[in-house]
């Protein structure tokens, strides 16, 4: 079911402080409330074309990651169904490769400058498995990663399943040396329960949220090299198999493997 946010500011500030991710006693804490984009996942079939694009393929030697999957636009794979969107990772020969999963963004759509992105999700779990919810700048097919930037809202892997993490990748700040922090629930599980994943992101901040949690704020005063966080970003969901961060698949890891996707909301 649909469940609408209630945010309190003083809430946020008083657990912001608490965890200790301000970078100074200034911290910008703000809620930005007014709806401006949704996918709700209502229409069963096909995610809508209107909003979203299909990556298909292995990329660039496993989209740079040396990632196990290739991204179809099959049903098997991607759908929207009982008021939610479905990508589901399976383990079979597809086009060489063993595995099949789904990839989509919002490219030439939807391109997002500043605003609360969130989304409500339930992850899989699993050795090798790799859910992710971010964002590339619009200008990725001319300037190249990391340059372009790089907002991961949410990755998450499965072997680990009562932590998530949000990253930024710019020039001097990406792979291994990306600005990165975790965040460990108290009680629960990722993948037993739906959570909602944001980040509130201005002229000189990115804040990450889980469950209205702000567990973490960047500034350009705690990135090594250009803020390159100034320009419109297009959203990505995507499923991957594999690859350098998570590893691969273990005799532990069952298939399918579903990311269940209550919906994607843009406030200003």
């Not at 990329?59 to 049903?75: F, H, K, M, P, V």
């Not at 964002?135 to 499965?158: F, H, K, N, R």
């Not at 273990?250 to 996707?261: A, E, K």
Request: net charge negative.
């Amino acid at each position: 079911m649909k469940k609408n946010i209630i945010r309190n500011v003083v809430l946020i500030g008083a657990l912001s402080l608490a965890l200790g991710c301000s970078t100074d006693e200034k911290q910008t804490v703000v809620t930005k409330t007014q709806l401006v984009w949704s996918d709700e996942f209502d229409a069963t079939g096909a995610p809508d074309s209107g909003k979203w694009n299909f990556n298909i393929g292995t990329g660039n030697n496993g989209w740079g990651n040396n990632e196990l999957q290739y991204y179809t636009d099959r049903s098997q794979n991607i759908k929207v169904e009982d008021g939610m969107l479905k990508i589901t990772a399976l383990n079979e020969l597809y086009l060489g490769s063993s595995y099949t999963s789904a990839r989509i963004t919002t490219k030439g759509k939807l391109e997002q400058k500043y605003g609360r992105i969130e989304a409500r999700i339930k992850l899989p779990w699993g050795k090798g498995i790799w859910p992710a919810f971010w964002m590339l700048g619009a200008d990725s097919d001319t300037v190249i990663w990391p340059q372009c930037g790089e907002i991961d809202i949410m990755e998450y892997l499965g072997n680990n399943p009562t932590t998530a993490f949000g990253t930024v990748h710019g020039p001097g700040y990406s792979g291994g040396a990306s600005i990165s922090k975790s965040y460990t629930l108290p009680n629960s599980r990722f993948d037993t329960d739906f959570h909602v994943f944001g980040i509130e992101w201005d002229e000189n901040y990115i804040n990450y949220y889980i469950d209205d949690v702000l567990y973490n704020q960047i500034t350009p005063e705690d990135v090594p090299g250009e803020w390159v966080f100034n320009k419109p970003f297009y959203i990505i969901l995507n499923m991957a198999v594999g690859g350098n961060l998570p590893g691969s698949p273990n005799g532990d890891t069952t298939f399918p493997q579903t990311m269940l996707v209550d919906y994607v909301r843009i406030y200003q």
